[in-house]
DNA sequence: AAATCAAGTTTCAATAAGTGAAATACATGG
DNA sequence: CCATGTATTTCACTTATTGAAACTTGATTT
């Protein structure tokens, strides 16, 4: 990591970055964040202003550019996994009415919500493409960790967020003996809506739908299309998604 | 514009775009579109490789990094305009069936797609967030140079992709005489369904639609029932379009 | 197997390019 | 009007970037 770099170019990502977890960001804030001379942190926030990368409000502030809407919404169109989970996120919910995510490890040691499709319970767990969620104490983590219990998903209750509990299981590419964990499908749902025994309902079916993602075929299990689907909950009114959950 | 900027910088951002654009790329097919040695570009895109802006796949190929997709992905939920004119949007698939996106210049004069919103239809116009399209040519274009009929919105038959049907209507930010174009809402249809009088019909209520999403009330109230705009050539519609669509 | 070619990677001296402290300009408000 | 905080410019210092060339690797041809 501390290899070769070019510290102008990582100083800069860095200061697009902070703007972008900012929103907005005046210069010296800017400055502050990436830890950098309001001098050096002008003359990069300018060079990400004529790149597109970064631009100004009215008020002067800086925000994310175009540029990084574009670059962003590309790069997740390329990614053939968030089409390929499309389909079993679209089923979990349709099972559960329950928020379904794809996630994977982020380069920092985090994982990062790829792809979700929100639950249509009235009351469900809202998240973002792109949020960032911890490794530690989150199923998510524990299975991207390589984690994996017999039943084949991990779930877990009110961890890093109180009131909720994740269910998740693995999507692995496995060619013969050596699978490896290349993502993370989860099911998020409000505890006191889940029983013990729902989790663990919900938790197979969370792995069944995994395993289909990649290769289909080999693996763990059931035909997750074909199996009881008894519940069609359509508690449908779908209000407003709430507001930010924080952590 | 060219005043003051860091070459450095404007290089590895230059490279990332050309690895967002093309979805993979090797070392040395990044380094003739960036117009770098070969040298300087493995450096810089080492120094995007450690930061997560872009990743490398099993064949050694560039590709865009969970860091774009994520920062793209928060930019996104930042643009306020976003949100706003979603209810728009909704409404004008709901009433129309066609699919309708919400557009802005970008900075390198062209159009962006902010958000979209598929039609209903089975033969529906499909796009996506984060495309660029130029402003020669389009309905978008039109309306974003500041065009703009009586009829309050433009619509370009067969222009830009052939056999489909723009309407596009501006969304102004005005206090008092002085009125901005920020951005663009449209409908996309195939040209085949919508006769003259169904795209007044469309464009009138594109124009209602595109004068709520900031201030609400005071809307160009577009009355009258003539079409903005008139035919461009219609080459034979016996074979396929299939031009540039990734899909 | 040897030769050939192309892509990736490393090295290194030359210097172009980036740095930040300090000076200056521009606000805001007490 | 002065105090305060932020944005911007300047400039001497020198560090970090550069690209040609050398080397490695791996595939393809002779």
């Known amino acids: 990591m501390a290899e070769s770099s070019t510290r102008t170019v990582e100083r800069a990502l860095v200061l697009l970055g902070a703007v972008c977890d900012a929103g907005s960001l005046s210069l010296t804030d800017a400055a502050r964040r990436a830890d950098l001379s309001a001098s050096t942190a002008l003359r990069l926030l300018r060079t990400l202003e004529g790149t597109g990368f970064v631009r100004r409000d009215t008020e002067g502030g800086y925000r994310p550019g175009l540029r990084v809407v574009q670059l962003g919404a590309q790069a997740l169109g390329h990614e ?15 099972l559960t009415g329950e928020s379904a995510y794809l996630s994977v490890r982020s380069h920092d040691g985090a994982a990062v919500y790829l792809a979700m499709r929100e639950g249509t319970h009235s009351v469900r767990h809202a998240s973002w493409v792109g949020r960032s969620i911890p490794l530690e104490g989150t199923a ?16 877990v209750r009110n961890g890093l967020q109180a009131d909720v509990t994740a269910i998740a299981a693995p999507v692995t590419v496995g060619h013969g003996g050596s699978t490896r964990v290349v993502a993370v499908i989860s099911v998020i749902a409000p505890s006191y809506r889940v029983t013990p025994e729902l989790v663990a309902t919900i938790g197979r079916r969370v792995g069944a739908e995994a395993s289909t993602v990649l290769g ?26 709430a507001k930010e959950d924080i952590a």
Chains 1, 2 share one sequence.
């Open 140 to 155: 998510v983590g524990a299975v991207l960790e390589g984690e994996l219990p017999a039943e084949g998903f991990v779930a």
């Open 216 to 241: 289909g075929g080999s693996g763990t299990s059931a035909d997750p299309a074909t199996t009881g689907r008894t519940d069609k909950e359509y508690t449908g009114t779908g209000g407003t998604a």
């Open 80 to 94: 053939s996994l968030v089409s390929l989970a499309g389909p079993a996120l679209d089923r979990l919910v349709e």
